[in-house]
């Protein structure tokens, strides 16, 4: 029995789907997510690592999360417990701005020559007025498809994925895109090769 155990608490780490086929008869559940650790120049909240339980990740300023903002500890196969997904990264800010309304314009950097690659631009528009709505509309917009993206979120959370909008990559565009709070947030991530014009976008509070 005693070797067993010892199997068990090794299994679980690193092959649980193999031990759960030769070894299913076993009763013994794991209630505990392994440590998820807290990712570099950011931290995490919370440290119930216990089935049910959610943690979340912020990063330091001057850095973008990637990945989720939160994970859950569930419960995997019957027996097992596992994270949701795995630890969020935080990667360096290398450009973007904060912006007020009432309105104005901004580009992605170099514009209208090609953006940079390895780019993590973060723009947050912030409406003077509480009670009004963001809306962008692109003059241009051409990102190298697949690979670089425009991501476009309500409110100020930047990266967080319960607040994402649109994805937006290529050269098709959405005719207005409208925020549902006073605040919108815009994630430029480039790819370490092939480049293009970017955009140019309109941006204004409106009721
Ligand atoms: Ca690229």
């Given amino acids: 029995m005693q070797h067993l155990r010892l199997a068990f608490g090794f299994l679980t780490v690193t092959k649980p789907i193999l031990f759960m086929l030769n070894e299913g008869g076993i009763k013994q ?3 505990l997510c392994p ?3 807290e990712p ?4 995490r909240i919370g440290s119930d690592f216990s089935l049910g339980a959610t943690v979340q990740f912020s990063c330091d300023e001057d850095y973008v999360l990637q990945g989720s903002k939160s994970i859950t500890c569930q419960r995997i196969a019957e027996v097992f417990a596992a994270w949701s997904d795995h630890r969020p990264v935080c990667k360096v800010k290398t450009c973007g701005s904060n912006l007020q309304g009432p309105g104005g314009t901004f580009t992605s950097p170099n514009f209208p020559f090609q953006y940079d690659s390895n780019a ?3 723009w947050v528009i912030t ?3 509480n ?3 963001i809306q962008i509309n692109f003059e ?3 990102l190298e498809i697949g690979y670089d993206t425009l991501t476009i979120g309500d409110g100020g959370e930047v990266g967080d994925p319960k607040t994402v909008l649109q994805v937006l990559t290529g050269s098709f565009v959405p005719d207005l ?3 549902m709070s006073n605040q919108m947030w815009l994630h430029l991530q480039t790819d370490e090769s092939v480049g293009s014009i970017g955009f140019k976008v309109n941006y204004k509070g409106s009721f």
């Avoid at 570099?40 to 931290?43: A, I, M, V």
Wanted: glycine fraction near 8%; charged fraction near 25%.
């Fill in 29 to 31: 559940a794991s209630n």
């Fill in 35 to 37: 440590d998820p650790g």
């Fill in 40 to 43: 570099e120049n950011g931290k």
């Fill in 120 to 122: 993590q631009c973060v």
């Fill in 127 to 129: 409406a003077i007025n």
């Fill in 131 to 133: 009670n009004k709505v």
């Fill in 140 to 142: 241009e917009f051409d």
């Fill in 177 to 179: 895109i409208v925020s």
